[in-house]
């Protein structure tokens, strides 16, 4: 059966459950799942919920700063060479010629 909304569906649960295998073997590599303690069990959905959330944040950061993002108009420098705001003016002086 299809469903025209895919979140909840068996292929999510499927893929969090490989995840939550793949944490609890990295973490506990001795034991299998169903003989972790309960609070072995806890840090298993804790890392994974971080994990999760890790990997929410970074798409959503890089979408917000695809949306937000500014251009740049012009193309040439904000202030004009030799003012306060714009880049110093280069004398004929070499690096650390004083005289």
């Known amino acids: 059966m299809a469903y025209s909304d895919p979140s909840g569906s068996f292929v999510h649960a499927a893929l969090y459950s490989q995840l939550v295998l793949q944490v609890s073997e990295h973490l506990f590599p001795d034991q299998k799942l169903f003989a972790l303690s309960p609070d ?11 994990l999760l959330l890790q990997a929410r944040w970074a798409v ?3 979408a917000f700063a695809d949306h937000f993002a500014t251009v740049q108009v012009g193309g040439g420098p904000d202030a ?18 004083f005289l």
């Open 40 to 50: 072995q069990r806890r840090i298993v959905n804790n890392e994974t919920s971080n």
């Open 60 to 62: 959503d950061s890089k």
């Open 80 to 97: 004009p060479q030799g003012t306060v705001l714009g880049s110093p003016v280069v004398e004929g002086k070499a690096p650390g010629q």
